[in-house]
């Protein structure tokens, strides 16, 4: 049932929590990952070609591994969320007032007075007894169910975009500049993302920058590190 809002120009930014993190997610880890590796590797100073070769199978494993992440784990907390429906439909049908009781107590301890919390929970019982044992027991809505396909589809096609940027970078980069430059395309890349995903969610965009941009390049920073010892030591 389509719910009225009060403000239809300012909408809430809940229902988009579900696909917006695992977006978000998928192309920091994007980024991230496929431009660590392709520093990591270039700092071992190998033929540019490998490189490539390395981002591209980086961004097809790391795009795959993502989504099956992403689907497996949203499937089980799927799997929870429909086990403890089916519990509590089994309870209403055992012990249907003792439910109601419970019902009650929830809406008392949101604040309305005995009375009103039990007639409230006597009609919307009445209304649909599980949605409402779902929605205020459960915490449980429609707006949040997993959806483990949207949730997989998201975060491997947007870590795939994402890890794009800097493989593109590796490709059309000078002969011997492919760090500086991926790493130039990079910290942009990241900081456009902080400040995209803060908006979508309405939170602070300048902290949000900050602190994807910094763990971006700490963790370029570490895999270079890696790539050079290697490099030196072979
Ligand atoms: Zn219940």
Do not use: C
């Not at 707006?143 to 998201?154: E, I, R, S, T, V």
Request: aromatic share 6%; no cysteine.
């Amino acid at each position: 049932m389509a719910q009225t809002s009060a403000h239809p120009d300012d909408p809430h930014y809940i229902t988009r929590s579900g696909w917006l993190r695992a977006a978000v997610l998928g192309a920091n880890d994007g980024i991230v990952s496929v431009s660590s590796l392709i520093v990591g590797v270039a700092a071992a100073d190998p033929a540019p070609d490998t490189v490539i070769i390395a981002g591209i199978a980086g961004l097809s494993a790391g795009a795959m591994s993502m989504a099956a992440g992403e689907y497996v784990s949203v499937s089980s907390q799927s799997d929870t969320e429909r086990a403890d429906i089916a519990r509590e439909h089994a309870a209403l049908k055992e012990s249907p007032e003792e439910e109601l009781v419970e019902l009650a107590e929830i809406y008392r301890e949101r604040g309305l007075s005995e009375e009103t919390a039990l007639q409230v929970a006597r009609e919307l019982s009445t209304h649909d007894a599980l949605g409402a044992h779902v929605r205020d027991e459960l915490g449980l809505s429609e707006a949040l169910a997993a959806n483990p396909l949207q949730a997989a589809f998201a975060s491997g096609v947007t870590f795939s975009v994402a890890a794009a940027v800097p493989l593109l970078a590796a490709w059309f980069a000078p002969a011997g500049e492919i760090i500086p430059v991926v790493l130039v395309v990079t910290i942009a890349a990241l900081a456009t993302l902080g400040a995209l995903g803060a908006k979508a969610g309405a939170a602070p965009v300048l902290r949000a920058t900050v602190r994807v941009v910094l763990w971006g390049v700490f963790a370029m920073a570490v895999t270079a590190g890696v790539g050079w010892l290697f490099g030196v030591s072979v």
